[in-house]
């Protein structure tokens, strides 16, 4: 295995993870950009421009793009959260420099009006479809709620109205502030040719302007509020608990992915014994997400609205005596095996190291081995998870819960 980090002269940061070995390898751009980096007038927009890049540039059309992925047989996609769009591919190492040619092309979209108007329309079909997923819906409306008045509870897609009044202009600004090659990050893991991502790298990305975004990155608690919204169009109460948690630059990271998993794990956690297993709910689950300076904890349950005020205080419960108590022994080595594994699997194959890869860099500027990761989960005892508990006690909790009118 070769690791090879180097950086351009306009601050686009290229990380390699170099295996010989390897049958395919992956390559992604990794923009610092999402919805906690949007304006109100400008809610959605990163994710109606990872759309938008799929149009075409001044080289190639829309048909051009899906055609030149489909004949290198490449495996590619973009995602768009509150701090990153992601764009990436995996493909066989003889289309290495194809598919870095062609994404670079695509992180200088051309944006025409007309691909822009038809988009609208597909961007206002998903928020259409989110809204009947109550799944869905309940963790982003908790999340605008934990977060209320601040970035990271900005809502990724946007609203209706929000998109309706988005003008291609608009985006192209927002494009203009936030795709600097100064907030990207070109990761690659598999079979690369060294030589030809350097080559390539200066040639394609080498004349892009770098000009400074910046990022509000204090820490919020949360607002600690508890709605309910009637929705007459489900028959289920579904709920969303969320409460802070470590940052993706806290060492405690790791201790709280293991403390999700024994709390909430779908097959075998606290939760899923005092709810699942006793008929109360027909789904709970509790999970951790590490954000850009912030972090937090949110839970999922769906269950009979006549069962919800005992679920409610059972999980307070299960609350209040993690505080108390912290977890087992037991508990801690089940969970750390369970996250090695998601580690280690995920990570046998270049796409599968893609993502930790270009987010390592991202959150901490710094490449971490599948070894690093796993001393890392070795090395949490109880006494850190007690340590994290005292710093982020699982006290002021946010709930938000969508059901029929009671």
Known sequence: MQIEKFQLSNGLTVMAEINPDALSLALGFFVRTGSRDETP????????LEHMLFKGTEKRTVMDVNLEFDQMGAKYNAFTSEENTVYYACVLPEYQAQVTELWADLLRPSLRQEDFDVEKGVILEEIAMYKDMPHFDVIDRCRSEHYQGWPVGNSVL???????ALTSQQMRDYFERRYSPDNIILACSGKIDLELLKQQAQELCG?????????????YVGTGTDQRIANANVQRDHICLMTQGPSAQDDYRYAAAILAGVVGDEGNS???????????????VFDFEALDGQGHYYSYISCDPANTDKVLAIVKDIFAQIRENG???DELQAGKNKLASVRIISGEVPMGRLVPLGMDMVYRSEYRSIKDELDAINAVSLEQVSQM?????LDVVTITTLGPQK
Not at 41 to 48: D, I, Q
Not at 158 to 164: A, F, K, R, T, V
């Open 41 to 48: 007038a400008e809610s959605g927009v990163s994710h109606f």
């Open 158 to 164: 946007g609203s209706e109205e929000s998109i309706n």
């Open 207 to 219: 004349w892009w302007k770098p000009f400074k975004p910046t990022r509000q990155l204090e820490a």
């Open 270 to 284: 606290r939760m899923h014994w005092a709810l699942v297993d006793n008929a109360l709910a027909d789904c709970a």
């Open 327 to 329: 977890i087992t022994e």
């Open 389 to 393: 508990l005292t710093q982020f006690p």
